[in-house]
């Protein structure tokens, strides 16, 4: 990878530009992110230089949410909503089925990747 250089008075600054972006990440991606800058820092300097950082965060976040709408769907047929329960008992039935399923996407997905 050939760097560029423009002059600023005495000093010489790397003239580093972003490659033009493919699609957009959601929640999972800037979760990534994050992750990569507080705790990876290294990785995430390298995929910046190299400019895969954004095709990166793009890819987790789509394979995250399809993990997400997979596990979710899974669970809903294994396990359907109970027709006994009140409508405010089933929206924190949906609620607490898609934190567990979040917890298991964060640790597989966002943070070993």
Avoid at 8 to 22: F, K, M, Q, R, T
Avoid at 26 to 32: F, L, P, S, V
Avoid at 83 to 108: F, R
Wanted: proline share 4%.
């Amino acid at each position: 990878m050939k760097i560029e250089y423009i002059q600023s008075g005495d000093y010489w600054i790397p003239n580093l530009a972003c490659p033009p972006s493919e699609g957009s990440y959601g929640k999972y991606g800037i979760m990534r992110e994050a992750y990569l800058r507080a705790h990876q820092r290294g990785t995430y300097a390298e995929m910046m230089l190299m400019g895969t950082l954004h095709a990166h965060l793009v890819d987790v976040d789509r394979q995250a949410n399809e993990t997400f709408e997979a596990m979710m769907t899974h669970a809903l047929e294994v396990e359907p909503i109970p027709d006994a329960l009140s409508w405010l008992d089933q929206v924190g039935y949906i609620n607490n089925m898609k934190a567990c399923i979040e917890e298991l996407i964060l640790g597989d997905i966002l943070y070993h990747n």
